[in-house]
């Protein structure tokens, strides 16, 4: 199973500053790694697909880089609607694996 | 855009099987090429996925194919009504570590690209 591990677990944060969270794949998923936010109580959200690429109808605040191992998420610029744990998700081998996720707050 | 609603119990006794169906509305499951999922989360707690079912208009000989994570493959049924535009869950011999909150989803192009709202379910006597 593909281990994926996201740093941090909590971040707590002022509006309008620049966030990243990293996940780490135990093995090489290639770009098959997405971002997804969950805001309390609600479904998780797709932000990212294919580590890089924007998905339709949300904001351009939120990017992606990353191949292999390595993949970081940005928010470019925090806004209060954006508290919410964030996770990682690698769909390159079963079983499908999440990261432990990124909780975000707003200070 | 395929909008999917769970239903079933909520509340599952020690040892018993907890059922749970995701209606989707929107389009068909025997469309395209999908994988019909369960993802759960406890309390607090991270997401799991659980397994799914896939249906392929472009070969329809791959539909109905099930796949399930290790963990839970011994106590897992996925099946579809297609008739009914539905599939479920059927999670056997169920204890405290599987009260969480159940969200079926869409499986497309190498992503979860729909969810439902969830339903928690409790393991309780």
């Known amino acids: 199973e593909i281990v994926l591990t996201q740093s941090p677990d909590f971040q707590s944060v002022t509006p309008k500053e620049k966030v990243t969270i990293t996940c780490r794949a135990s093995?090489?998923?290639?770009?098959?790694l997405h971002w997804y936010r969950q805001k309390p109580n609600q479904s998780p959200e797709l932000l990212i697909k294919?580590?890089?690429q924007s998905v339709s109808g949300v904001p351009s605040k939120f990017s992606g880089s990353g191949s292999g191992t390595d993949f970081t998420l940005t928010i470019s610029s925090l806004e209060v609607e954006d508290a919410a744990t964030y996770y990682c998700h690698q769909s390159s081998a079963l079983p499908q694996t999440f990261g432990q996720g990124t909780k975000v707050e707003i200070k | 855009q395929v909008q999917l609603q769970e239903s079933g119990p909520r509340l599952v006794k020690p040892s018993q099987t907890l059922s749970l169906t995701c209606s989707v509305s929107g389009g068909s499951i025997t469309s395209g090429d999908s994988y019909w999922s369960w993802i759960r989360q406890p309390p607090g707690k991270g997401l799991q996925w659980i397994g799914y079912i896939n249906y392929n208009q472009y070969n329809p000989s791959l539909s109905g194919q099930t796949y399930y994570t290790p963990s839970l493959k011994s106590r897992l049924t996925i099946s579809a009504d297609t008739s009914r535009n539905q599939f479920s869950l059927y999670l056997s011999s169920v204890t405290d570590a599987d009260t969480a909150v159940y969200y079926c989803a869409r499986y497309d192009s190498g992503l979860f690209d729909s969810w439902g709202l969830g339903a928690l379910v409790a393991v309780s006597s």
């Open positions: 093995q090489s998923v290639g770009s098959t």
């Open positions: 294919f580590a890089s």
